[in-house]
């Protein structure tokens, strides 16, 4: 695990030594020197293509997720909408509840399948470096886990064995970061899967009340004690996720609107960079300004692959050391 050295960022102690400048400090430059590069300096090898993690627990984590929006679907639609003598109420409920549950998959695929920002793997080489063509007394940054070069604010995943640009988190839940391109996405996941929870805690509460009511054994084309069984499940299913996930939206809208993520709180950091104002870094996180594709996990959708983002990283011998001056040093 990596210190949280304000000074130096990202930066492991006892690294990084031998490639500062001659009257630099042991481990970290003046902060005068220090000048991190930007994100749009250092772009991402693989954001248009497919995406996917190899991750063990979280494509069963994020297997588990379908499951239970399947459940919720199986008992809302077998249980409650179908055996109801209502059809008014079974149409509309049923729209709503389909469309929100068809959302919210839709949000978790897009999360999972979305490159979360990573940065080029192995692209730490003199001539990579050279071709940036950076400014004498700016610094570069080394990670030595996968010998990239980090943009400012980006962080090492372990699980996705990538640095991530503005990484809030890895959710497992969803197999992946969260990070710059894909923020939107869980977002969407957690605000779908909250309203889900919410609109079927409702309707879980009126057929309850319509089965006190009425016979048992009409209200529903289950027995009674599995009719019961299956009600509490997914009362229990959906009080739990409403609160875990309005939580998780809660979480990620104030870090979008403090321009501040979960990792830059987590270590610390009070952020030596820019911050934008809460409008204008949501308008950066959801696309655009304010608009219905806000709420679709579509907006954005490409299968065409921008020639800008796929950069050929020149070949070379990787920098051993874990800070780099500019103009580069000849190490003898």
């Not at 003598?85 to 999360?111: D, E, P």
């Not at 080394?142 to 995943?157: E, F, M, T």
Request: aromatic share 10%; charged share 20%; glycine share 6%.
């Amino acid at each position: 695990m990596k210190s949280p050295v304000h000074r130096c960022r990202d930066v492991e102690h006892g690294r990084g030594q031998t490639g500062v400048g001659d009257g630099a400090g042991v481990n970290c430059l003046e902060s005068e020197q220090r000048i991190p590069i930007s994100k749009d300096v250092i772009t991402s090898s693989s954001a248009s293509a497919m995406w996917f993690i190899r991750d063990a627990c979280g494509i069963v984590c994020a297997i588990i997720t379908w499951l239970l929006v399947l459940y919720a679907e199986f008992v809302v639609l077998f249980v409650m909408l179908l055996p109801s003598k209502n059809l008014t109420y079974s149409i509309l409920n049923g729209t709503l509840f389909n469309t929100l549950a068809f959302l919210a998959l839709a949000s978790h695929l897009r999360a999972m399948c979305t490159d979360p920002g990573a940065v080029p793997k192995g692209n730490a080489t003199k001539e990579y470096i050279e071709s940036l063509q950076l400014k004498p007394g700016q610094v570069v940054y080394k990670c030595p886990k996968c010998c990239s070069i980090k943009p400012d604010r980006a962080h090492h995943c372990s699980v996705c064995k990538r640095c991530i640009r503005k990484m809030d988190h890895h959710c497992p839940w969803v197999n992946n970061c969260v990070g710059e391109n894909n923020q939107k996405y869980f977002v969407l996941f957690t605000m779908y899967i909250a309203l889900i929870s919410l609109h079927t805690l409702v309707m879980v509460v009126f057929h309850f009340l319509y089965c006190f009511e009425d016979d048992w054994t009409k209200c529903s084309s289950f027995s009674p004690p599995a009719t019961v069984i299956l009600l509490i499940l997914l009362c229990f299913e959906g009080l739990l996720f409403l609160i875990f996930t309005s939580v998780m939206f809660g979480t990620q809208v104030h870090s979008i609107c403090t321009d501040e993520t979960g990792i830059e709180r987590l270590k610390g950091e009070t952020g030596k960079w820019g911050k934008v104002p809460c409008w204008e870094a949501m308008q950066m996180a959801f696309g655009g300004p304010f608009s219905l594709s806000w709420c679709s996990p579509f907006a954005g959708l490409s299968c065409k692959k921008s020639p800008a983002e796929h950069v050929t990283v020149p070949q070379g011998e990787i920098i051993k050391e874990d800070i780099i001056e500019i103009p580069l040093r000849e190490h003898h």
